[in-house]
């Protein structure tokens, strides 16, 4: 079993920079990918960015890329979402996430284990 708890979100004005933070914990060894999703209010969990078991393979959504940036450091079990530039629509509770699959996948329906979501509010 793998438990995933977000840290970090809360209130920043656009434009700001925030850190998320995701711990894994229990049997973590089967989590090839690591990846960030957002919700918010209305509307589905939409993809964010993912990363793959050694951070060889990075992907991220459109409108984040080149602003946000995936990591993950697998001796310590976690993974980071740096947020840059950020803007009103980035809006929403991110989680966190784990997939056993070799594969990408950017459906949320897919990934195996899910935190419990760490709110970002950008106020312009």
């Known amino acids: 079993q793998v438990q995933l708890v977000e840290s970090g979100g809360r209130l920043v004005q656009a434009g700001g920079s925030l850190r998320l933070s995701c711990a894994a914990s229990?049997?973590?060894?089967?989590?090839?990918?690591m990846g960030w999703f957002r919700q918010a209010p209305g509307t589905e969990r939409e993809f964010v960015a993912a990363?793959?078991?050694?951070?060889?393979?990075?992907s991220y959504a459109d409108s984040v890329r080149g602003r946000f940036t995936i990591s993950r450091d697998n001796a310590k079990n976690t993974v980071d979402l740096q947020m840059n530039s950020l803007k009103a629509d980035d809006t929403a509770v991110y989680y966190c996430?784990?997939?056993?699959?070799?594969?990408?996948?950017?459906?949320?329906?897919?990934?195996?284990?899910w935190g419990q979501g760490t709110p970002v509010t950008v106020s312009s």
């Open positions: 229990g049997r973590t060894f089967n989590n090839n990918y």
């Open positions: 990363i793959s078991r050694t951070g060889g393979t990075t």
């Open positions: 996430a784990a997939d056993r699959s070799l594969v990408l996948r950017r459906v949320a329906s897919l990934w195996d284990y």
